[in-house]
């Protein structure tokens, strides 16, 4: 038979809860790092109304990275610049995030060399963006014991990258591009696309005269 419900024991869970889901509030909203409260972290330039949501992903190579205004970056986004942390990495910026983007929960862009998004890109849930890959020259050699490659990525403006997408080193993305999710992209993409698969292809164009 079911059991009877204690209403008055019922009671200090609730305030329990409310508590804790207070303080988590709370918590949230004094960890988060903007322009004016910015914490451990110096990044090379960060705009006005961004926001790093709280907890946050691994960050370094900040003075390196520079964030756009009016961005929102998730919980749990990894934004790195550099190999390692505490590299120097000459007077020029390696991350550069546009205004008005928004980088989904779970997201990594790792930028061990130039990354450009452009601004007002949408970024869904764990999307994943590198500048680097292993290398597999030697097929005698680990896969990960040998030195990676790396080039450049440049997502131009007004992109939608859908949930669980990947961007590869070299990918240049053009502007208001839809990536589908799932998509792992390489490679040059056009202008007012949409790509989908792995390796992601153009299944949808717009043109001019057709629309």
Same mark, same amino acid.
């Given at each position: ?35 004016e ?10 705009? !006005?109304? /961004?926001?790093?949501?709280? %907890? ?5 190579? =900040? *003075?390196?990275? +520079? @964030? $756009? ?5 998730g919980?749990?986004? !990894?934004? /790195?610049?550099?190999?390692? %942390? ?5 007077? =020029? *910026?390696?991350? +550069? @995030? $546009? ?21 007002d ?41 859908g ?26 993409v ?22």
């Amino acid at each position: 038979m079911p059991m009877r419900k204690n209403t008055f024991s019922s009671w200090p869970r609730r305030l329990a809860q409310r508590a804790v889901h207070a303080g988590w509030a709370w918590v949230q909203r004094t960890g988060s790092v903007t322009a004016e409260h910015p914490g451990r972290f110096r990044f090379g330039a960060m705009g !006005t109304g /961004t926001r790093l949501a709280f %907890p946050l992903g691994t960050v370094f190579g =900040e *003075p390196w990275i +520079r @964030i $756009g205004s009016h961005c929102i970056v998730g919980e749990q986004v !990894t934004l /790195t610049a550099g190999l390692m %942390p505490g590299l120097d990495l000459g007077p =020029e *910026p390696i991350l +550069r @995030i $546009g205004d008005g983007v928004v980088l989904g929960r779970g997201s990594h862009v790792i930028a061990d060399t130039t990354v450009t998004i452009g601004s007002d890109c949408y970024f869904g849930p764990y999307v994943y963006v590198t500048s680097t890959n292993h290398s597999y020259d030697d097929p005698h050699e680990p896969i990960g014991k040998q030195w990676p490659r790396m080039e450049p990525v440049e997502i131009g403006p007004g992109c939608w990258i859908g949930t669980g997408a990947v961007i590869l080193p070299g990918a240049r993305v053009g502007r208001n591009v839809v990536v589908a999710a799932g998509a792992v992209v390489r490679g040059e993409v056009p202008d007012h696309c949409v790509v989908a698969g792995a390796p992601a292809r153009v299944v949808r164009r717009w043109t001019p005269d057709e629309g």
